[in-house]
């Protein structure tokens, strides 16, 4: 089985910190995401990696910032932490295209 | 701009009948569709995917059905179970690295 781990179930930081958001998946995919839910937005892509080393912005980039130096992990960051950053923050990893997508368990962020 | 839609935002269904999910998309480059089921607290899990050269895909319970030219897929759950209540996201991909995700809809299941 496929295991996508994040470093936190739940969060709490204060606006102006840097949060680090860590995820590690057991599988060997050269694919990785961060995502965000927010109630009645579904969810929308932060950042992406397609391979070690590389990234690209998905739709909401802004006060984000990511890291992936070795195939099983990628980081996300949180630059100067807002309240408008409180959210569910999702994981992901894949193999190759076309294939699904497998998520971690999510991590609760409460930005005060 | 929502590329994937889900119009309804829940649905309630009684045990032992179906349930169907439909799901609309706006970009005609989409050619991979899948469902995941999502309880709270928990990440979504993949639950069934069909690609744009078929309009059908079955599995158990399960089976999504395509329609290119309406652009509009739908998910038929039969017959619904308890453990069905769940919130489902409906997504979507071209032939890049990125899935576009509906907002879902919560499916309460009546004993």
């Known amino acids: 089985d496929v295991k996508v781990t994040q470093s936190s179930r739940y969060l709490v930081k204060r606006t102006g910190e840097k949060v680090f958001l860590e995820c590690v998946q057991d599988m060997d995919h050269e694919n990785m995401f961060w995502y965000r839910q927010d109630p009645g937005l579904g969810l929308r892509l932060i950042y992406f990696s397609y391979d070690v080393k590389m990234k690209e912005k998905g739709d909401i980039p802004e006060g984000y910032s990511v890291s992936r130096e070795k195939k099983e992990r990628f980081s996300l960051i949180l630059e100067s932490a807002s309240t408008n950053q409180t959210s569910m923050y999702l994981c992901a990893s894949r193999q190759a295209l076309p294939g699904e997508q497998y998520f971690g368990p999510g991590t609760r962020l409460t930005v005060t | ?111």
């Open chain 2, 1 to 111: 701009d929502q590329q994937v839609k889900q119009n309804s935002p829940s649905l309630s269904v009684q045990e032992g009948r179906i349930s169907i999910l439909n799901c609309d998309y706006t970009n005609s480059m989409f050619d991979y569709f899948l469902w995941y089921k999502k309880y709270p607290a928990e990440g979504p899990t993949f639950l069934i995917s069909i690609s744009s050269i078929k309009d059908k895909n079955e599995d158990g319970r399960f089976t999504v059905f395509l329609n290119k030219s309406a652009k509009h897929l739908s998910l038929h759950i039969v017959p619904s179970q308890p453990g069905d209540s769940a919130v489902y996201f409906c997504a979507a991909s071209a032939t890049d690295y990125k899935l576009s995700f509906g907002a879902g809809t919560t499916v309460t299941v009546r004993a």
